[in-house]
Protein backbone atom coordinates (compact mmCIF):
# COMPACT_ATOMS: atom_id res chain seq x y z
CA UNK A 1 0.00 0.00 0.00
CA UNK A 2 1.27 3.44 -0.99
CA UNK A 3 0.46 5.96 1.60
CA UNK A 4 0.67 9.96 0.76
CA UNK A 5 2.59 12.75 2.73
CA UNK A 6 -0.36 12.42 5.20
CA UNK A 7 -0.62 9.00 5.68
CA UNK A 8 -3.42 8.80 3.44
CA UNK A 9 -3.26 5.66 0.97
CA UNK A 10 -2.65 7.24 -2.52
CA UNK A 11 -4.77 4.82 -4.97
CA UNK A 12 -3.95 6.82 -7.75
CA UNK A 13 -0.09 6.33 -7.44
CA UNK A 14 -0.78 2.25 -6.56
CA UNK A 15 0.19 -0.07 -9.32
CA UNK A 16 -1.83 -1.23 -12.01
CA UNK A 17 -1.32 -5.22 -13.55
CA UNK A 18 -2.80 -4.70 -17.28
CA UNK A 19 0.69 -3.00 -18.10
CA UNK A 20 -1.13 -0.59 -20.49
CA UNK A 21 0.28 2.72 -20.97
CA UNK A 22 -2.34 6.05 -21.63
CA UNK A 23 -1.74 8.60 -24.14
CA UNK A 24 -3.44 11.16 -22.84
CA UNK A 25 -5.11 11.17 -19.20
CA UNK A 26 -6.43 14.96 -17.29
CA UNK A 27 -9.05 17.26 -17.23
CA UNK A 28 -11.12 18.56 -19.79
CA UNK A 29 -13.38 21.94 -19.97
CA UNK A 30 -12.50 23.73 -16.93
CA UNK A 31 -13.16 27.13 -16.39
CA UNK A 32 -10.94 29.63 -14.56
CA UNK A 33 -10.27 33.16 -14.33
CA UNK A 34 -6.67 34.24 -15.64
CA UNK A 35 -4.89 37.49 -16.68
CA UNK A 36 -3.35 37.62 -19.99
CA UNK A 37 -0.62 39.73 -22.00
CA UNK A 38 -0.63 40.82 -25.24
CA UNK A 39 1.32 43.86 -27.30
CA UNK A 40 -2.11 45.88 -25.74
CA UNK A 41 -1.22 45.43 -22.59
CA UNK A 42 -3.17 42.92 -19.61
CA UNK A 43 -6.55 41.84 -19.51
CA UNK A 44 -8.68 39.63 -17.23
CA UNK A 45 -10.81 36.99 -18.74
CA UNK A 46 -12.37 33.36 -17.80
CA UNK A 47 -10.47 30.75 -19.80
CA UNK A 48 -11.39 27.03 -20.72
CA UNK A 49 -8.71 24.32 -19.98
CA UNK A 50 -7.79 20.93 -21.58
CA UNK A 51 -4.86 19.40 -19.86
CA UNK A 52 -3.26 16.16 -19.46
CA UNK A 53 -0.72 14.03 -19.50
CA UNK A 54 0.90 10.73 -20.73
CA UNK A 55 0.32 7.85 -18.22
CA UNK A 56 2.93 5.17 -17.60
CA UNK A 57 1.39 1.16 -18.07
CA UNK A 58 2.63 0.62 -14.03
CA UNK A 59 0.63 3.24 -12.39
CA UNK A 60 -3.48 3.00 -11.39
CA UNK A 61 -4.13 6.83 -12.44
CA UNK A 62 -3.02 10.18 -11.94
CA UNK A 63 -3.18 13.06 -9.29
CA UNK A 64 -6.02 15.08 -11.09
CA UNK A 65 -6.28 17.84 -8.52
CA UNK A 66 -2.63 18.51 -9.42
CA UNK A 67 -3.87 19.93 -12.86
CA UNK A 68 -6.32 22.48 -10.59
CA UNK A 69 -3.29 23.55 -8.56
CA UNK A 70 -0.78 24.55 -11.48
CA UNK A 71 -3.90 26.92 -12.27
CA UNK A 72 -4.48 28.19 -8.69
CA UNK A 73 -0.59 28.97 -8.23
CA UNK A 74 -0.13 30.82 -11.48
CA UNK A 75 0.36 34.48 -10.10
CA UNK A 76 1.49 36.50 -12.83
CA UNK A 77 -0.17 37.62 -15.92
CA UNK A 78 0.22 34.45 -19.01
CA UNK A 79 1.81 35.42 -21.81
CA UNK A 80 2.77 33.57 -25.24
CA UNK A 81 6.55 33.23 -23.94
CA UNK A 82 5.39 32.28 -20.34
CA UNK A 83 2.53 29.65 -20.99
CA UNK A 84 5.90 27.15 -21.62
CA UNK A 85 6.65 27.60 -18.10
CA UNK A 86 2.99 26.24 -17.50
CA UNK A 87 3.69 23.05 -19.08
CA UNK A 88 6.64 22.68 -18.10
CA UNK A 89 5.23 22.76 -14.47
CA UNK A 90 2.69 20.13 -15.37
CA UNK A 91 5.12 17.96 -16.44
CA UNK A 92 6.78 17.50 -13.39
CA UNK A 93 4.23 17.97 -10.85
CA UNK A 94 2.57 14.83 -13.28
CA UNK A 95 6.08 13.30 -13.21
CA UNK A 96 5.09 12.45 -17.02
CA UNK A 97 6.93 12.08 -19.98
CA UNK A 98 4.91 14.17 -22.12
CA UNK A 99 1.67 16.74 -21.44
CA UNK A 100 -0.57 19.04 -23.76
CA UNK A 101 -2.32 22.10 -22.21
CA UNK A 102 -5.23 23.93 -24.38
CA UNK A 103 -6.10 27.14 -22.97
CA UNK A 104 -9.08 29.12 -24.69
CA UNK A 105 -10.34 32.26 -24.13
CA UNK A 106 -11.85 35.51 -25.74
CA UNK A 107 -9.47 38.89 -26.30
CA UNK A 108 -10.81 42.23 -26.76
CA UNK A 109 -9.62 45.20 -28.73
CA UNK A 110 -10.66 48.32 -28.76
CA UNK A 111 -11.07 49.53 -32.38
CA UNK A 112 -11.71 52.77 -33.28
CA UNK A 113 -13.90 53.14 -36.65
CA UNK A 114 -12.27 54.43 -39.85
CA UNK A 115 -13.79 57.76 -40.23
CA UNK A 116 -15.26 58.98 -36.89
CA UNK A 117 -12.86 57.12 -34.97
CA UNK A 118 -15.38 56.22 -32.27
CA UNK A 119 -14.37 53.20 -30.38
CA UNK A 120 -15.60 50.22 -29.69
CA UNK A 121 -14.83 46.36 -28.32
CA UNK A 122 -14.47 43.15 -31.03
CA UNK A 123 -14.11 40.42 -29.40
CA UNK A 124 -11.53 37.42 -30.92
CA UNK A 125 -11.35 33.41 -29.75
CA UNK A 126 -8.07 33.26 -28.79
CA UNK A 127 -6.49 28.90 -28.12
CA UNK A 128 -2.85 28.60 -27.03
CA UNK A 129 -1.63 25.36 -27.45
CA UNK A 130 1.27 23.47 -25.95
CA UNK A 131 2.98 20.27 -26.02
CA UNK A 132 5.86 19.14 -23.82
CA UNK A 133 7.90 15.73 -24.47
CA UNK A 134 10.67 15.25 -22.67
CA UNK A 135 12.65 18.57 -22.96
CA UNK A 136 10.91 19.38 -26.23
CA UNK A 137 8.58 22.00 -25.93
CA UNK A 138 6.10 23.00 -28.44
CA UNK A 139 3.13 26.14 -28.29
CA UNK A 140 1.11 27.17 -31.29
CA UNK A 141 -1.18 30.29 -31.18
CA UNK A 142 -5.14 29.63 -33.07
CA UNK A 143 -7.15 32.74 -33.58
CA UNK A 144 -10.43 33.20 -34.84
CA UNK A 145 -10.57 36.80 -36.89
CA UNK A 146 -14.14 37.78 -37.87
CA UNK A 147 -14.13 40.16 -41.28
CA UNK A 148 -16.14 41.02 -44.37
CA UNK A 149 -15.91 39.22 -47.17
CA UNK A 150 -17.30 40.29 -51.21
CA UNK A 151 -18.45 37.87 -53.56
CA UNK A 152 -16.43 38.91 -57.13
CA UNK A 153 -18.86 37.04 -59.02
CA UNK A 154 -21.81 38.92 -57.56
CA UNK A 155 -20.04 42.29 -58.33
CA UNK A 156 -19.31 41.35 -61.90
CA UNK A 157 -22.41 40.08 -63.26
CA UNK A 158 -24.85 42.23 -61.41
CA UNK A 159 -25.56 45.81 -62.43
CA UNK A 160 -25.97 47.16 -58.93
CA UNK A 161 -24.74 46.02 -55.63
CA UNK A 162 -22.60 42.85 -54.52
CA UNK A 163 -23.30 40.54 -51.94
CA UNK A 164 -21.28 40.24 -49.17
CA UNK A 165 -20.97 38.39 -46.08
CA UNK A 166 -19.27 38.07 -42.34
CA UNK A 167 -16.26 35.17 -42.62
CA UNK A 168 -14.29 33.97 -39.97
CA UNK A 169 -10.24 33.30 -40.89
CA UNK A 170 -9.44 30.35 -38.09
CA UNK A 171 -5.28 31.37 -37.97
CA UNK A 172 -3.16 28.44 -36.15
CA UNK A 173 0.43 28.99 -36.18
CA UNK A 174 3.83 27.85 -34.55
CA UNK A 175 6.91 29.26 -34.32
CA UNK A 176 11.11 29.76 -33.18
CA UNK A 177 10.52 33.12 -31.61
CA UNK A 178 7.21 34.83 -30.34
CA UNK A 179 4.74 36.24 -32.45
CA UNK A 180 1.87 38.23 -30.22
CA UNK A 181 -1.78 37.17 -30.75
CA UNK A 182 -2.87 40.92 -32.12
CA UNK A 183 0.36 40.54 -34.96
CA UNK A 184 -1.81 37.71 -36.49
CA UNK A 185 -5.19 39.75 -35.88
CA UNK A 186 -3.83 42.69 -37.63
CA UNK A 187 -2.38 40.39 -40.52
CA UNK A 188 -5.77 38.58 -41.04
CA UNK A 189 -7.35 41.76 -41.11
CA UNK A 190 -5.34 43.04 -43.83
CA UNK A 191 -6.75 40.66 -46.33
CA UNK A 192 -10.17 40.81 -45.83
CA UNK A 193 -12.73 42.91 -48.26
CA UNK A 194 -12.98 44.83 -44.85
CA UNK A 195 -12.60 44.94 -41.39
CA UNK A 196 -15.17 44.35 -38.70
CA UNK A 197 -16.48 47.21 -35.66
CA UNK A 198 -18.30 46.72 -32.63
CA UNK A 199 -19.61 50.41 -33.28
CA UNK A 200 -19.98 52.11 -36.51
CA UNK A 201 -21.06 55.45 -37.23
CA UNK A 202 -23.02 56.48 -41.10
CA UNK A 203 -19.65 57.87 -42.09
CA UNK A 204 -18.14 55.00 -41.06
CA UNK A 205 -20.86 52.65 -42.78
CA UNK A 206 -20.38 54.15 -46.05
CA UNK A 207 -16.95 53.68 -45.74
CA UNK A 208 -16.74 50.03 -45.22
CA UNK A 209 -19.13 49.38 -47.42
CA UNK A 210 -17.02 50.82 -50.40
CA UNK A 211 -14.23 49.52 -48.85
CA UNK A 212 -15.76 46.13 -49.27
CA UNK A 213 -16.64 46.67 -52.77
CA UNK A 214 -13.07 47.92 -53.80
CA UNK A 215 -11.73 44.81 -52.75
CA UNK A 216 -13.84 41.62 -53.27
CA UNK A 217 -12.50 38.13 -52.39
CA UNK A 218 -13.77 34.34 -52.69
CA UNK A 219 -12.72 32.54 -50.25
CA UNK A 220 -10.36 30.51 -52.12
CA UNK A 221 -8.54 34.48 -52.24
CA UNK A 222 -8.56 35.49 -48.95
CA UNK A 223 -6.98 31.64 -47.24
CA UNK A 224 -4.27 32.25 -49.94
CA UNK A 225 -3.72 35.99 -49.44
CA UNK A 226 -3.73 34.76 -45.45
CA UNK A 227 -0.77 32.42 -46.48
CA UNK A 228 0.77 34.43 -48.38
CA UNK A 229 1.62 36.85 -45.57
CA UNK A 230 2.33 34.38 -43.02
CA UNK A 231 4.74 33.11 -45.95
CA UNK A 232 6.72 36.21 -45.42
CA UNK A 233 7.09 35.79 -41.83
CA UNK A 234 10.65 34.36 -41.39
CA UNK A 235 9.72 33.52 -37.55
CA UNK A 236 6.41 31.66 -38.67
CA UNK A 237 7.33 27.63 -38.98
CA UNK A 238 4.10 25.67 -39.54
CA UNK A 239 0.76 27.25 -39.87
CA UNK A 240 -2.91 26.08 -40.37
CA UNK A 241 -5.58 29.11 -41.99
CA UNK A 242 -9.46 28.03 -42.79
CA UNK A 243 -11.79 30.57 -44.15
CA UNK A 244 -15.34 30.23 -43.29
CA UNK A 245 -17.87 32.61 -45.29
CA UNK A 246 -21.10 32.28 -43.84
CA UNK A 247 -23.27 33.15 -47.51
CA UNK A 248 -25.60 35.58 -47.39
CA UNK A 249 -27.70 34.22 -50.37
CA UNK A 250 -26.95 30.48 -49.70
CA UNK A 251 -28.05 28.01 -47.32
CA UNK A 252 -24.62 26.95 -46.44
CA UNK A 253 -21.17 28.02 -45.99
CA UNK A 254 -18.22 28.50 -48.54
CA UNK A 255 -14.97 26.75 -46.94
CA UNK A 256 -11.26 26.93 -48.10
CA UNK A 257 -8.44 25.46 -45.97
CA UNK A 258 -4.24 25.57 -46.47
CA UNK A 259 -1.86 23.99 -44.05
CA UNK A 260 1.76 24.17 -44.24
CA UNK A 261 5.34 23.51 -42.84
CA UNK A 262 8.18 25.31 -43.67
CA UNK A 263 11.28 23.27 -44.74
Known sequence: MKLDSV??????????????????????????PVAFSDRSGVQHTVAQFDMSVSLSAEFKGTHMSRFIDILNSQSSAINVESFKTILANMQQRLDADQGIVEMEFPWFI???????????????????????????CETAIRVVVPVTSLCPCSKKISEYGAHNQRSHVTVEVTSEQTIQVEELI??????ASAELYGMLKRVDEKFVTEQAYDNPKFVEDMVRDVA?????DQRVTAYKVAVENFE???NHSAYAEISYTRP
Open 186 to 191: DLVEAQ
Open 7 to 32: GIEDVQGSADSRNIAIDRVGIKALRH
Open 248 to 250: SIH
Open 110 to 136: NKSAPISGVKSLVDYQVTLIGKIAGEV
Open 228 to 232: GSLNE
